[in-house]
């Protein structure tokens, strides 16, 4: 599951992004309401965790831009902010949800997870198959040929990139901002590391792999061999 966050406090976007990342999500940050607006709307997020009093554009003017532009993404408005007239303001403009600061991480978490759930109603499939290797979204569980696979938040991240993008060859960079949010460095081999734990879980002790390593390329997950 992708999230967007839009958050200008630079402590709070920051520690929103790394709770999340380690609860297993691929998180995007955005310090504006400009540069909110056009990730939102020029990548595929599956919720929008949107701070109201931002720079540029404010929280509403994103919602609202982000509605105009046909997008029904679920919205969680974060603020300081605790009047009535503004939780209305925010769901007359098409928000989902709202939470005022201070919160508790866990609640912000469980808010997340329920509206990813309800988001994805009649949108996504909540479980992705490659072959025999099911993914759960909702859970949070994998399972090759019927048989539980023990993932760390990382790796069911990296496992979920994998398998929404079955078929396609993943480079290195792109793997490292999608999962690890940091650009990629080619002295560092975490990326390669994580890759081969994950192969370990998914593919040890089956005949047929599932992923492959692409030389010179990056990797690939797919129910053909190549």
């Known amino acids: 599951m992708k999230i967007l966050i839009v958050e200008d406090e630079p402590k ?9 990342a380690e609860a297993g999500f691929v998180v995007d940050l955005a310090r504006d309401g400009w540069d909110g607006l056009e990730l939102a709307k020029d990548s595929h997020h599956d919720l929008l965790i949107l701070d109201v ?8 003017q994103v919602l609202d831009g982000v509605r105009r532009a046909g997008l029904d993404t679920p919205v969680l408005f974060l603020t300081a902010r605790d009047q009535v007239e503004d939780r209305v303001k925010g769901l007359e403009l098409g928000a989902d949800d709202y939470l005022v600061k201070p919160f508790a991480f866990a609640e912000l ?15 996504e499939p909540t479980r992705l ?16 040929a019927g048989q539980r696979v023990d993932l760390t938040a990382k790796e069911f991240a990296l496992l979920e990139l994998f398998m929404r993008r079955t078929g396609e060859v993943l480079p290195r960079s792109l793997i490292a901002s999608q999962v690890w949010d940091m650009n990629f460095d080619s002295d560092t081999n ?22 492959h390593t ?7 997950l797919e129910a053909a061999q190549p």
């Open 12 to 20: 709070t976007g920051d520690y929103l992004r790394q709770g999340l």
């Open 53 to 60: 009093m931002l720079p540029g554009l404010d929280g509403w």
């Open 109 to 123: 978490l469980a808010r997340v997870r329920s509206l990813a759930r309800r988001g994805r109603t009649g949108l």
């Open 129 to 144: 198959q490659v072959a025999d290797l099911e993914l759960d979204l909702l859970r949070r569980r994998a399972s090759r």
């Open 190 to 211: 975490v990326i390669d590391v994580a890759v081969r734990r994950l192969r370990l879980k998914v593919d040890e002790g089956h005949d047929h792999k599932l992923i």
């Open 214 to 220: 692409v030389r010179g390329m990056g990797y690939v």
